[in-house]
């Protein structure tokens, strides 16, 4: 029941600047997993970049990623995913506003290909499904685009670790408030990117080369990809770097207190405005742990 709510909600977040250096793109930087030291710091803490839906057997997990888990006493997500009433006010935040209906908002020719698609992999069309958010639709949609059945999800994998090591879990931002972001974004022009999804090859292509990205730990290639998208060209700021400025004080914070494991989309990771950079303009050191080579 936890791993299909979690599938269905998902869908896709400084003075000390001018004597740091900017952040800059280089080989160095592939890697997913990163340490935090320094800056009076009494206990390593890792930073792990995630993607938040991928085909199991693409799914990768090794020792270093393992040991930087099991030596925290604290693991921080976006959102605090072992919460079940989180995972229940999400659930009712991603229907529209007294059940009403979307169907009749997407342009014909987009609202029967989403309707096709929707019939033919779930029984039902939008009939039904348009009580739910565009995003929470393009769950749906993401799902049966992949090219596998069994799916795999880095954040309930580390919800169940957590679980297993009683290792204490917290999130970084609420559900309220990433469901918020999206009721920034014009609806007519979510609903388009719907109709790409099922119309569009090009999209499933694009997701593909982020997955292949993401295989090579290649953090500047996951971040060119992710914001060369038409919504984030538009709407970049409230979904990554707005978010990522106001993430720094929590993780201080948490790292100060305990040795924790941190773990966010890893499109929030490089660039100058990334978790990476600000932590480092914040005074930390942070270190790339790289994966053993495979012979």
Not at 138 to 147: E, F, G, N, T
Not at 159 to 166: L, P, S
Request: proline residues 4%; glycine residues 6%.
């Amino acid at each position: 029941m936890m791993k299909k709510t979690f599938l269905f909600l998902q869908i896709v977040f400084l003075y000390l600047g001018s004597i740091c250096p900017a952040w800059a793109q280089s080989p160095e930087n592939n890697s997913l997993l990163w340490k935090i030291s320094g800056n009076g710091l009494e206990h390593d803490s890792y930073l792990f970049g995630t993607i938040h839906i991928i085909c199991q057997d693409q799914f990768k997990m090794d020792d270093r990623i393992l040991n930087a888990l099991r030596s925290s006493e604290k693991i921080a997500l976006e959102l605090d995913l072992s919460d079940q009433s989180e995972l229940m006010a999400m659930q009712k935040l991603s229907m529209n506003e007294d059940f009403a209906n979307i169907e009749n908002e997407f342009d014909p020719e987009t609202r029967e290909a989403v309707d096709a698609f929707l019939t033919e992999h779930y029984g039902v069309g939008l009939q039904q499904f348009g009580i739910f958010k565009p995003f929470a639709l393009s769950s749906l949609i993401l799902v049966k685009l992949l090219p596998c059945e069994d799916v795999g999800s880095y954040e309930l994998f580390f919800v169940e670790k957590a679980k297993e090591e009683g290792i204490p879990m917290i999130g970084l931002e609420t559900g309220e408030f990433q469901i918020s972001l999206f009721d920034q974004i014009p609806l007519q022009q979510q609903l388009d990117d719907l109709g790409k999804m099922v119309t569009d090859k090009e999209s499933m292509d694009e997701f593909l080369a982020l997955v292949s990205a993401y295989l090579e730990e290649d953090i500047d290639r996951l971040y060119e990809l992710i914001t060369e998208a038409d919504m984030f060209k538009e709407y970049g700021d409230i979904l990554l770097a707005s978010r990522n400025k106001n993430w720094i004080p929590t993780i201080e914070a948490l790292i100060r207190d305990q040795p924790s494991f941190i773990a966010v989309g890893s499109g929030h990771l490089a660039s100058e405005m990334g978790v990476i950079q600000l932590l480092k303009d914040a005074g930390y050191h942070l270190e790339p742990m790289y994966a053993e080579p495979i012979y």
